[in-house]
């Protein structure tokens, strides 16, 4: 069976020989393990992309401090400036690019990704994937987005002050990743996969009132041309977000990236089967992923399978 036969028919709910296998370059991974991980990767190859070794990151000589320790700020194409404090994992805003809801009007979005402005050299590196495996085209988000860009308590606080200048940046956003998942389309990947944190440890970070008003209308009009082209749509979530799969079901979704510790397994079971979804196994990252034994690993991988 082919890779991309495989995560087909995996999604599709029909007999593999494996489970399909993402790989996911993690740079913290790369820069503790070093070329272990890449001849992990090179022994078990993923489904999603051809193996080939990733050099081996190194944080910058001007973000170390005379104790060796890492410190790094840096302002992103999007106008915000985060701080890192550990090397390879995302960074903490500190500062927003938009300070009033009134900011919001003259907000510019930076270009969408340089990849997508020539059609023609991606459309031969999807064709070229799918000749042995599954292609991924990626469409950014609009929750996370927001609140990076505005601040997450100000960003809710605009929500409820139903701030119109914040509402209309959101639909340019949206309409911003729906340009992404055009030029996707137009290239003929597989599928389409986004990923909005709306989720907390035991719940929504908003109302399921809020989100249909606010954020799944925003979700809709950007999928759209997935829809209609027929693809398949992952989307990730990190936290509690069951009390949304009807609505994600409603938008065409059809798999998911869950974290799958702050769910009971037999109760998601049981949503998965009804809704039809298929599942990325996404284990405890925090814990068992991070401070775990190579055994610890297995076992906690094969309980999820299982």
């Not at 590196?125 to 950014?140: A, C, D, I």
């Not at 809020?210 to 041309?225: G, H, N, Q, S």
Request: charged fraction near 25%; aromatic fraction near 10%.
């Amino acid at each position: 069976m082919t890779h991309r036969q495989r995560t087909i028919n995996a999604l599709t709910h029909r007999p593999v020989d494996r489970p399909a296998v993402q790989i996911n370059y993690a740079p913290v991974g790369f820069a503790e393990h070093g070329e272990a991980l890449n001849n992990l990767f090179s022994k078990y190859p993923g489904d999603f992309e051809a193996f080939s070794p990733r050099p081996i990151p190194v944080p910058p000589a001007h973000a170390i401090d005379s104790d060796g320790r890492y410190y790094e700020k840096i302002t992103d194409d999007w106008g915000i400036t985060q701080e890192y404090r550990v090397y390879g994992i995302m960074g903490h805003a500190t500062d927003f690019p938009i300070k009033t809801p009134q900011d919001a009007d003259n907000y510019e979005l930076p270009p969408i990704p340089a990849h997508l402005n020539d059609l023609n050299a991606h459309r031969k590196n999807v064709n070229r994937t799918k000749e042995n495996h599954f292609s991924l085209g990626y469409s950014g988000n609009i929750a996370e987005r927001m609140w990076a860009l505005r601040g997450f308590e100000n960003f809710m606080m605009d929500i409820l002050d139903e701030e119109e200048a914040v509402f209309r940046l959101m639909d340019r956003l949206t309409e911003y990743n729906r340009t992404m998942i055009e030029a996707e389309i137009n290239s003929c990947v597989d599928s389409i996969a986004f990923g909005d944190d709306i989720g907390m440890q035991g719940g929504l970070v908003m109302s399921k009132e809020t989100f249909r008003r606010v954020i799944k209308p925003c979700f809709a009009r950007m999928l759209e041309p997935a829809i209609h082209a027929g693809v398949h749509i992952h989307y990730h979530s990190c936290g509690l977000i069951m009390d949304l799969f009807d609505d994600l079901k409603d938008l065409g979704i059809n798999s998911l990236w869950l974290q799958l510790p702050v769910y009971d397994m037999k109760e998601l079971k049981k949503s998965l089967d009804y809704y039809g979804f298929s599942l990325a196994i996404h284990t405890d990252r925090a814990l068992t992923m991070t401070h775990g034994t190579p055994s610890d690993v297995r076992e906690r991988v094969f309980s999820v399978y299982k």
